[in-house]
T-cell receptor
Framework: NAGVTQTPKFQVLKTGQSMTLQCAQD?????MSWYRQDPGMGLRLIHY???????DQGEVPNGYNVSRSTTEDFPLRLLSAAPSQTSVYFC??????????FGQGTRLTVV | KQEVTQIPAALSVPEGENLVLNCSFT??????LQWFRQDPGKGLTSLLL?????REQTSGRLNASLDKSSGRSTLYIAASQPGDSATYLC??????????FGPGTSLSVIP
């Protein structure tokens, strides 16, 4: 069972570069979301989606874009990377009223 | 603003001991509460989900309770084992875009 798959697992970017973090789930979940986890800050919601074609902002959306063209995929785009975006990023999916499943995370370093 | 705290921040116990982890939240108007486990360098694994209408949930050696009126949840782990060593996070959902995580309790079970 694949569950929630995130790629890449590790990434180093230079300031100003752009990149896309990939997230895919094979459980036909309608809800998908992106979090970042930082020491002392815990997990914070970046963007979320309640279904294909529908996205909305979470707590810390600035500097990130998302799209949801299919139920399975929910990529997170960094438009112009900044050192403040150095973090561990997690993608999660769930069905309404059900437990959330998380990916293994992407460790991003911006230098 | 919803705030979630967890006590203690860290806990070390000998194998076989029963233990309780605490989660407190400031806004009792929640949709559900979920307990997660996170191993170092890994993603989050859902342990138990309690809907706002429920008082407790059980899974194996784990039991989670919810008291919305007092803004508290506890995670009870019976007969702890070294494999239980991890960070335990609680997350409160008010609506889909309002998922607030606690800072976590780091548990170490000594053989």
């Amino acid at each position: 069972n694949a569950g929630v798959t995130q790629t890449p697992k590790f990434q180093v970017l230079k300031t100003g570069q752009s990149m896309t973090l990939q997230c895919a789930q094979d459980m036909n979940h309608e809800y998908m979301s992106w979090y970042r986890q930082d020491p002392g800050m815990g997990l914070r919601l970046i963007h979320y989606s309640v279904g294909a074609g529908i996205t909305d902002q979470g707590e810390v959306p600035n500097g990130y874009n998302v799209s949801r063209s299919t139920t399975e995929d929910f990529p997170l785009r960094l438009l112009s990377a900044a050192p403040s975006q150095t973090s561990v990023y997690f993608c999660a999916s769930s069905s309404r009223d059900r437990e959330a499943f998380f990916g293994q995370g992407t460790r991003l370093t911006v230098v | 603003k919803q705030e979630v705290t967890q006590i203690p921040a860290a806990l070390s116990v000998p194998e076989g001991e029963n233990l309780v982890l605490n989660c407190s939240f400031t806004d009792s108007a929640i949709y559900n509460l979920q307990w997660f486990r996170q191993d170092p360098g890994k993603g989050l694994t859902s342990l138990l989900l309690i809907q706002s209408s429920q008082r407790e949930q059980t899974s194996g050696r784990l039991n989670a309770s919810l008291d919305k009126s007092s803004g508290r949840s506890t995670l009870y782990i019976a007969a702890s084992q070294p494999g239980d060593s991890a960070t335990y996070l609680c997350a409160v959902t008010k609506s889909y875009d309002k998922v607030i995580f606690g800072p976590g309790t780091s548990l170490s079970v000594i053989p």
